[in-house]
């Protein structure tokens, strides 16, 4: 790329070491290389959310163990990184989902794309519908569009008006918690889910955008649920992207174990006071890339209505329970990548993940790693329970759906209190309303997935889009070749 360095060494500050914050860091180095640029984390690692831990043979990872690559914000970064080489897809052979029902896994429809059914055969043919259910998701080609002017809807409104009440229950609820933690009944599917407006307003119909794409796609026949064969990971797990990150920012550029605890406008640009007591340090630019409640309380003083209005978005909790089995404790061999639970079983649990199917080396040959997630909006108090209870609910699900019995050879527990951001009806308009806020404070940008998306496909853009407003800020020419984003 011809870039542009900076005609006099600027400083700029990046606050938050998520993926957020590490993507806008190296967007800036790469703009503007001659800057002085600091990074601060409070933690004592980078990376955030994003962790991957190694135990015994297995890889672990902490949180999202995928990323989508369309668009192809993860592959244009690793591509930059020199770490394209190290993206692996999941195992074709292993490419469907599964849902509960009545105590059994059911596949979930071959094709079936979490609100749009992209083949009709394997529709038909599903013992999750009943037949009432089929023919009312065989009339959605038929369910006229709705006007742009109506009200907004939530996503299980969305989800009913078009496919019907049996489809919504059995199949989108679930697969919409197990990927948000949320409650589709709050959220806005045009904050969480526009495409699929998109695909209405364009097409008419769900159902017909969806075997139009699928035809262009040419999905493998044993595709179900996500299109999984458009998920990538790094081979040596998440924490090696947020490694790769790191080193290539500038030395000495981290400063970990560093709690920003105030920022401040000034006449010639920022200044930022920390917990260790040093004295303010002055910026010409800054990156807020903390999550939406440590945002809204640094800028508090700054500007009291933004700060409510970030402060004031909820967020959902989970826990997931990690464990390792050897493959001679399961009474039949695990099939795909996994499986959700529908609301309506009543079980304790919102999915869980066949990690050691999705991707190689994530157990060793013998054994198998799941991940069992639990909490969410639906149960927010799953998450106050012990390690010890969250592992036997795990366990005791495993042995009724999967037939897995004994000890795990590996039993692990995470918690992300409060770690979701939940795009309630009406979000869109908040964060209109935030953004209109902090337009005024020139030099200041700020980023997290409490705004525009919460995968890690959305973080990094949105923390490439505040590098590049800091960089024009700054006077730096942008590339002519701009990062393509959707």
Known sequence: MNEQALPTRSRVAVIGGGISGLSAAFRLHELAP?????????????????????????????????????????????????????????????????????GRLLPVPAGFTLMAPGRLWPILTTPLLSWRGKLRLACERFIPRRGEQEAEESLAEFATRRLGREVFERIVQPLVAGIYSADSRKLSVAATLPRFIDMEREYGSLTRAALAKARARRQSSDESGARYGMFVTPRDGASSLIEALASHLPSGAIRLSTAVETIEKTEHGWTLSCRDGAQAQPFDAMVLATPAPVTARLLDALDPVASGLLAGIPHAS????????????????????????????????????????????????????IRVFLGGALDPERIDQSDEQLQGIAREQLEELIGVSGEPTLSRTVRWPAAMPQYHLGHREIVAEIERHMARHEGLEFTNNALHGVGVPHCIAAGERAAEAIASRLGVAQPEASLKRE
Do not use: W
């Open 34 to 102: 001659d800057a002085e640029l600091t990074l601060f984390e409070a933690r004592d690692r980078l990376g955030g959310i994003l962790h991957t831990l190694r135990d015994d043979g297995f890889l672990i990872e902490e949180s999202a163990d995928n990323y989508l690559t369309e668009p192809p914000t993860v592959l244009q970064l690793a591509e930059r990184l020199g770490i394209r080489d190290q993206l692996i897809s999941t195992e074709p052979s292993q490419r469907r989902a599964f849902v509960v029902r009545q």
């Open 318 to 369: 989970a826990a997931i329970v990690c464990l390792g089995y050897r493959r001679e404790q399961l009474s039949r061999p695990l099939e795909g990548f996994g499986f959700v639970v529908p609301l309506g079983e009543r079980r304790p649990i919102m999915a869980a993940s066949f990690s050691s199917n999705k991707f190689p080396g994530r157990a060793p040959n013998d054994q198998v790693l």
